[in-house]
């Protein structure tokens, strides 16, 4: 009687082991699967932001190259046009380029904000019109698009006169001013953008001058 006893205990036992080994296996496996699933979401999310932010990267590089090209083009037409010579440049397709030049500009700066880009462009936008309005002396301007008017408003003049004008040497010399002011201000726009993607990237600068200072295209 006690042998059928224990057999029967054994017999319930390992029944009711089987049937928790039948209930929990799947729930383990579940889990187990859960968990899975939880760290393929995560490596999914890790590697979308991880391409997201290359793209961001890429977006700025191709951004800092874009404002410099279209600045570097509207320098080449206002140097191009300022060493004429005796050639004759006929105003009015200089106007129309030197326009075209400015909106590119423009558009390439304003345009550089949806790639955290903020550059203040006009003493206008930094100061308040009424203010700016004051300003005298060429040598003051220290905004692109102020510099790079400023030389185009002395392009235009001197392509306006004659060669043996009397008038000519005064307004050479001012465009010559009004060149260097914004070469100088074109160096320094470069050099800031150059050292914010310095930050967050890892550029190789190659800078070919004597006694390179900053890091500038």
Known sequence: MQDALYGLLGGLGGAAIAAGAAYWG???????ALREAERQRELAQAQAEAVRADERRMARLARVA???????????LLMFN?????????????ATA????????????YD??????????????????QE?????????QTAILDALDLFTRRIATLISLSDDDPRWPDAARAASRAGNAAMKVRAELSAQLISRLLDVDNLDVIDTRPNPVNPRW
């Open 26 to 32: 799947p729930v383990k496996a579940q889990k187990e």
């Open 66 to 76: 874009l404002i410099r090209r279209r600045i570097g083009d509207w320098m080449h």
């Open 82 to 94: 300022m060493h004429s010579g005796s050639r004759r440049v006929d105003a009015e397709s200089f």
């Open 98 to 109: 030197a326009l075209a030049a400015r909106n590119a500009v423009s558009e390439a700066i």
């Open 112 to 129: 550089g904000v949806s790639e955290g880009f903020l550059i203040v462009a006009t003493e206008a936008s930094q100061r308040g019109l």
């Open 132 to 140: 700016s309005q004051i300003r005298i002396g060429e040598e003051e």
